[in-house]
């Protein structure tokens, strides 16, 4: 955290209205101090901890491909800021069958307030600071869950909910370059899609709430090739919609 923010941005010091930007929920893996999450510390690099990747796909776009970018600097086991304030899973207390022992119990009104509120406080700012033509949701996604033995083929997925106007051109744009694209999978966007149902859906802001699966950018090389990959067609997805 900088300053005690659960978030940073990347990318803004000249900020275009007009353009493309980026929002990273679940970006980072840090606990801050005063929250106490009772888990063997190794968990913090799992998958139900942290995006896996996400962090450097969105720092490459926002300073060497100009998406100014809103990435989360707190894990999403201390606040789940792709959830609704009423939802449970806020302050999750299990994630693919880990207990998180220290959140049961917990208060949640002060995760709240010092947590999910500043961060979406700030975002909608900096949304409407930029007016974007589009904004790009990351996530990343496990190739495997503990607790499910579906198979999940799919290397990048487009999710939504009732506004697909960016995902249909996404998903063939991305599919023309050979990806084996998911539509709404592994998750379903009219499940999980807080973030751009408040931001990009409530405000009529098209939007890409793509999910990369984590194997594709585990590595440097990997963040760099999708941070590329991603500019490139999520600028053409901007000028269709």
């Known amino acids: 955290m900088i300053d005690g923010r659960p978030y940073r941005q990347a990318g803004v010091g000249d900020l275009r209205t007009g353009g493309v930007i980026c929002v990273a929920d ?18 913090l690099n799992d998958h139900i901890a942290i995006d896996i990747g996400v962090e450097g796909v969105a720092d490459r776009l926002a300073r060497r491909h100009g998406l100014p970018a809103h990435i989360a600097s707190v894990s ?10 009423d939802d449970p899973a806020a302050v999750p207390t299990t994630s693919d069958g880990h207990l998180i022992p220290g959140n049961i119990g917990a208060d949640v009104e002060a995760r709240l307030d010092r947590f999910h509120r500043p961060y979406h406080d700030a975002l909608a700012d900096f949304v409407a600071a930029a007016r974007p033509r589009l904004i790009v949701a990351l996530h990343s996604f496990t190739p495997a869950l503990k ?8 290397e990048v997925a487009l999710l939504y909910n009732e ?15 050979g990806l084996n694209v998911g539509d709404n999978e592994p998750y379903s966007g009219r499940d999980l899609n807080a973030t751009m149902n408040r931001h990009a859906e409530a405000n009529g802001i098209p939007y890409c709430a793509i999910e990369i699966r984590q194997d594709q950018i585990a590595t440097e090389a990997g963040q760099a090739r999708w941070a590329m990959l991603l500019a490139d067609v999520m600028g053409r997805v901007a000028l269709e919609v």
Not at 26 to 43: F, K, Y
Request: aromatic share 4%; glycine share 6%.
């Open 76 to 85: 999403r086991l201390v606040c789940d800021f792709n959830r609704d304030e």
């Open 147 to 154: 607790t499910s033995d579906q198979e999940r083929p799919w």
């Open 163 to 177: 506004d697909d106007r960016a995902a249909r051109h996404a998903i063939r744009m991305l599919g023309q370059q």
């Open 26 to 43: 679940h970006a980072s893996n840090h606990v801050p101090a005063g929250v106490e999450l009772g888990i063997d510390r190794s968990l």
